[in-house]
């Protein structure tokens, strides 16, 4: 690659772009102010914020969030709104809210995001444990690469919130199992509370969620057994000043076990009144510390490690990032959520080699028509899963089977996407044969227009690219494409007889040509 020329003196720079990412945690309410450099995506942190709401208390014991909970939330956000006001920080797309599962599981959870963006205007996004998984991915990525001795083999990724733990197992770079837990420490504290025994009792109880939590985690991954544990989360950075007498930096941070030991047995014996006094934290975090800390603590007893590795890390500095990077995809990311479908197919035994043919002509397609379809590049990543996938509905009948591709597409586990993504590349796998799209069709008709459109170019390119590999023999590598008035021309050198290709795109071509308004040809150009 060619070194940028040299900016000549008085050439115009693009200032940095201002941007605000808000955690509507269990127990609290954190923003994190900064600027992304366009010229180079570095960020540099501008303003933390930090206030303590108990969201997960209320729907943890009643299942919803109550009313007065609901108005302390409005009144911080609107602090955190008249400070975003006061950094010129106007834009809906330098903002990203996001709510965790004190919100997700409330009964009441849809009147909380109308209140919020009624009184404050911002939108919450739906954010789901998938999503928590990437970008978790995202934040641990930097360590990968600086410190890659500590993930030379298999290595857990461990972060205890307030309402569930989240748990990634990773094979070297790459994310062999991800989970959530319904165990967390404003969880395990509100079991401690509720309590009505003496307190070695109420410790034992926890205790016993945190051991089930454990034996789940592995039969999951066939008692694997990683080398290191690497802890995020505040309570276990606050471990690792404690104890090293020094704040977390960018590097990860080793702990003792038996120094950790000594440190939560030392916690768990006092109240959170004595906590917050002793320590100088909150009265909302010294509640959670004991808990949040034991939990750590156990697994890394189970897994026999001799120390644990902290990293600084946390969902809104990962979030950042992905703003950095105009939110798609790393390849890093991209690699892993490929790799997991992949994985997926395998479980539905699908023709791999069939389908990443396909899928790989379909982006290709999709970037020598960008001129015609004029879709997002985030719209690329749905159309490649979806055309890895478009065939696992074989597994279950060859009747239907696209509308089975759909369903199983639906209700499975792809590592990184969420719900929305998700029914966007079950939807255009369910194009990929028999009639067109319709709002008629179980799915397609509640879609936003703009997704409703995607959906449908995407189907057809997907069509387009499996007609070209029509004999499943991956004959066609090598495609070239030019438009010529109102037909698009397709041409290869790699076979010479194009018959079975060329009779399966007329029949899968209709769709596309009515998109988009051209016709649509194969030809070869081998004498």
């Not at 360590?143 to 990724?157: D, G, I, N, R």
């Amino acid at each position: 690659m060619l070194d940028p020329m040299p900016k000549k003196t008085g050439e115009s720079v693009l200032p940095p772009r201002m941007v605000a990412v808000i955690d509507i945690g269990a127990s609290s309410l954190r923003m994190q102010v900064a600027e992304i450099h366009s010229d180079t995506g570095a960020i540099r942190k501008i303003e933390s914020f930090s206030q303590a709401v108990s969201i997960g208390q209320d729907s943890f014991d009643d299942g919803k969030i109550n009313r007065a909970t609901i108005e302390d939330c409005v009144h911080v956000l609107s602090i955190y709104r008249q400070r975003l006001d006061e950094y010129r920080i106007f834009d809906p797309e330098q903002i990203r809210v996001v709510a965790t599962s004190g919100v997700r599981e409330a009964s009441n959870r849809m009147v909380f995001i109308d209140r919020v963006y009624i009184a404050t205007g911002f939108e919450i996004e739906p954010f789901d444990e998938a999503e928590l998984h990437r970008v978790t991915y995202l934040g641990i990525l930097p360590f990968v690469e600086k410190q890659s001795k500590y993930f030379s083999s298999t290595s857990l990724v461990l972060e205890v919130g307030g309402g569930t733990s989240e748990l990634l197992l990773l094979e070297q770079a790459d994310v062999m199992f991800s989970n959530t837990y319904r165990l967390g420490s404003l969880r395990l504290r509100h079991v401690m509370d509720q309590f009505n025994g003496p307190a070695d009792k109420a410790l034992e109880l926890i205790k016993s969620h945190i051991e089930q939590t454990i034996v789940d985690f592995q039969f999951s991954t066939k008692h694997a057994k990683p080398r290191h544990l690497i802890a995020m989360g505040s309570d276990v950075r606050f471990a690792a000043s404690e104890l090293n007498q020094a704040p977390v930096g960018e590097e990860l941070v080793e702990i003792k076990i038996n120094a950790l030991e000594k440190l939560v047995n030392k916690i768990l014996q006092q109240s959170p009144d004595q906590l917050a006094a002793k320590y100088h934290v909150s009265l909302p975090d010294a509640k959670t510390l004991g808990p949040g800390l034991l939990t750590q603590l156990m697994f890394a007893k189970h897994l026999q490690v001799k120390k644990l590795l902290v990293a600084n890390s946390n969902l809104r500095d990962a979030m950042i990032q992905e703003m950095a990077q105009e939110r798609s995809w790393t390849d890093s990311i991209q690699n892993q959520i490929v790799r997991s479908a992949v994985q997926l197919g395998r479980k539905f035994k699908f023709n791999e080699e069939h389908a990443t043919h396909v899928g790989r002509t379909a982006c290709w397609i999709f970037d020598e028509i960008q001129f015609l379809h004029r879709l997002p590049v985030r719209y690329r990543r749905i159309l490649e899963l979806a055309s890895l996938l478009h065939e696992i509905g074989n597994f279950i009948s060859d009747k239907s089977k696209h509308k089975h591709s759909m369903y199983l597409i639906r209700n499975s586990d792809i590592f990184g996407i969420g719900s929305q993504y998700q029914n966007l590349i079950a939807m255009v796998a369910r194009y990929y044969r028999g009639a067109p799209p319709s709002m008629r069709h179980d799915g397609y008709a509640q879609l936003e227009r703009h997704d409703r459109v995607a959906v449908a170019k995407l189907a057809s390119m997907l069509r387009v690219a499996k007609a070209i590999d029509a004999g499943h023999h991956q004959r066609i590598n090598k495609l070239n494409c030019e438009l010529r008035g109102n037909r698009l021309e397709l041409t290869t050198t790699d076979v010479a007889d194009l018959t079975l290709e060329q009779v399966e795109l007329r029949n899968a071509a209709e769709l596309f040509e009515e998109l988009f308004g051209t016709e649509l040809s194969l030809e070869t150009t081998v004498n």
